[in-house]
């Protein structure tokens, strides 16, 4: 690659490695605050290399459509990146409707700080960071009215009001600024949680909301959520199942519904130091190399930080850190002997393993839930804590939720939860008639009971399917 890049033209290197910095800048300030020492080296070069580009000109001008940033007469086509700073750019250039950014000679590195700050969002976080940086942006100006399908009304305004106080976020819009676009974020989050549903149109976003609520102050917790879902939807998507699967089992093991809601809440954001490992190596469709397996490692440490960082609470940031060691004290990051994973940790592992093995990955192929769990007994007393695993296989049931059963009348059937009266057998929702035919409306159907003529069982499970099930809320019925 720096080969093929060294035999470009000296102006494309220029204008790309000004973007690869830039992009770098902005991702940074969106997970730490100004000052920081990861912002500080990612400012330090982009500053480098925007002042190289800037030397001899009066300006620079990018000019952003349809995806593609533009500079002289050279094209960088931001939708083709892999790269998750590229990615994230572009991402906020689309949202804030920028169209073009034009760097004067003479800007300062406070002043580029102060714009990467405006960009990386409107929260708290980055308003207080652009008014602790304390300068005026004279040198940088936008041109909002990105030009994509739905084109935007044209306007040139300075990218932040003169005074400190009032800046708030990199739009024209004024006193909409702030509120408007963490309003989009907050909604975009709470959008993706509504569709993380069942076919009875239930949904996890109630349940999440609440635990957003109660423990991450919000604010924060949405955010590093969108920054995650914008990244990679799979995580996000798992992410909220682990949260929800904790949950019960937290809420089974009887430790109070304070730590239950901190359990779903650590787990809403324990793979968050993914957002440190590049996306090709996440969407992988074969082995990873040994590098590329030491990088997706590093997760739980980056994950660590960025949630320290963010002064979030202990119990998330154990979790962050210790959700792939395991009870037996292998795997990863390797702890000291004598460590002792965090009850939390403990909880969120079984979840979290629940939950990949039965959803389909590139490199992996799904199992069935109770393939699934059958896999997980055998790491009982090793890999996981054995009277968590119990409360584990409680809240599933014998034969897990979830789970698609052929019954003897014909019927085929989910598995949606376990009897709450006497009786060892599920619920079931039938799904298709004996003839193979969809039903319509909801058969929910306990198959404890009795007919009352013969005193027999009136279904009685024939065989379990050896087929996977992914669009079931398993929240909706697990935790009720
Ligand atoms: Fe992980």
């Not at 800048?25 to 800037?54: C, K, M």
């Not at 702030?178 to 569709?195: I, S």
């Not at 149109?201 to 959520?225: D, F």
């Not at 992914?470 to 019925?477: K, L, P, S």
Request: charged share 25%; hydrophobic share 40%; with cysteine.
């Amino acid at each position: 690659m720096q080969a093929v890049l060294e035999a470009l033209p000296h102006e494309f290197q220029q204008f790309r490695e000004v973007v690869e910095t830039f992009s770098k800048l902005v991702l940074q300030s969106r997970l730490f605050p100004a000052r920081h020492p990861s912002v500080e080296r990612a400012l330090g070069l982009a500053f480098i290399h925007l002042d190289a580009a800037l030397q001899g000109k009066k300006s620079v001008k990018l000019i952003f459509t349809n995806g593609v940033m533009c500079w002289l007469n050279f094209e960088l086509d931001l939708t083709d990146m892999q790269d998750k700073a590229m990615h994230l750019f572009r991402e906020t250039l689309v949202r804030q409707s920028i169209g073009e950014i034009e760097f004067m000679n003479g800007v300062t590195k406070d002043e580029i700080a102060a714009f990467a700050a405006l960009l990386a969002g409107s929260g708290p976080k980055q308003a207080a960071n652009c008014a602790s940086l304390g300068v005026r942006i004279e040198r940088i100006c936008v041109r909002h009215g990105y030009r994509a399908e739905e084109p935007a009304a044209e306007e040139t305004a300075e990218v932040a009001p003169r005074e400190p106080d009032r800046r708030s976020a990199p739009r024209s819009s004024g006193a909409a600024g702030d509120r408007g676009v963490m309003g989009k974020v907050v909604q975009g989050v709470l959008d993706k949680l509504e569709k993380i549903q069942s076919k009875d149109g239930t949904t996890a976003r109630a349940k999440i909301i609440e635990v957003i609520e109660r423990e991450g102050g919000g604010t924060a917790t949405i955010l590093l959520l969108n920054s995650l879902q914008e990244y990679d939807d799979y995580t996000f998507t798992h992410s909220v199942n682990v949260a929800v699967i904790s949950a019960a089992i937290a809420r089974n093991l009887g430790l109070g519904e304070e730590f239950v809601d901190r359990v779903a809440h650590a787990a809403l954001l324990h793979d968050i130091g993914k957002l440190y490992v590049p996306r090709a190596i996440i969407h992988k469709a074969g082995r990873l190399t040994p590098g590329e397996w030491q990088a997706m490692k590093r997760h739980p440490v980056d994950g660590e930080r960025i949630l320290r960082e963010e002064r979030f609470d202990l119990v998330s940031r154990r979790v962050a850190f210790e959700h792939h060691m395991r009870h037996d004290l292998t795997g990863y990051p390797t702890p000291k002997l004598g460590f002792e994973v965090h009850k939390a940790s403990e909880i969120v592992r079984i979840a979290d393993s629940y939950d990949a093995l039965t959803t389909k990955r590139p490199y992996r192929r799904q199992i069935n839930p109770y393939q699934a769990v059958k896999l997980m007994e055998k790491g009982s007393g090793g890999e996981f804590r054995k009277d968590y695993f119990v409360a584990f296989m409680r809240v599933l049931g014998n034969i897990p939720i979830g789970s698609m059963l052929r019954l003897t009348t014909g019927e085929t059937a989910l598995v949606i939860g376990m009897n709450a009266g006497s009786g060892d057998l599920p619920r079931v929702r039938v799904l298709t008639d004996a003839a193979g035919k969809e039903v319509s409306g909801e058969i929910v159907i306990d198959l404890n009971e009795l007919d009352p003529a013969t005193n027999k069982p009136k279904r009685q499970i024939a065989s379990i399917l050896d087929q996977a099930v992914r669009d079931v809320d398993i929240g909706q019925y697990i935790t009720s």
